[in-house]
């Protein structure tokens, strides 16, 4: 099964019908996809949870957007681009601007995860996991 991808649907999902958080189980690459999320503005925040025998869980805060609280997700849709069966790798060069600049396109790189704007800024090109916007 695919983590990340579940992970992301669960997000998505979530924002659709309205709920406050969603838990999910824990791993280091979900945590770092996740600070990503929050600081490009997708989340609110997550937080670690230790649930007792050395199992952790992470609680993902859900982001809204309009006036009244809770109408509308800030994340519309999200495309799985490297999978399980195929991995797509790009070069910086080859990095361009999703959805006019309106998505992001989160790459795993050897700095780490970054979006696109930081990979092409950084010099350095990796695995594109998925695009969101």
Known sequence: MDQIANMLVSIK???????????????????????????EGFIK????????????QIKVVIEY????????????NIERVSKLSKRVYLGYRDIHKYKY????????????????????KELCGGEVLFNIW
Do not use: Q, Y
């Open 65 to 76: 957007t309009g006036k009244h609280p809770r109408i509308f997700p800030k994340i519309n």
């Open 45 to 56: 925040t997550f937080e670690v949870l230790d649930v007792g025998n050395n199992k952790k």
């Open 13 to 39: 999902n979530a924002g659709l019908i309205k709920k406050d958080h969603i838990i999910i189980p824990h791993s280091k690459i979900k945590v770092s996809i996740l600070e990503v999320l929050k600081r």
């Open 101 to 120: 600049g309106k998505g992001l396109v989160i790459i795993s790189t050897p700095k780490g995860i970054l979006t696109d704007k930081e990979a092409r």
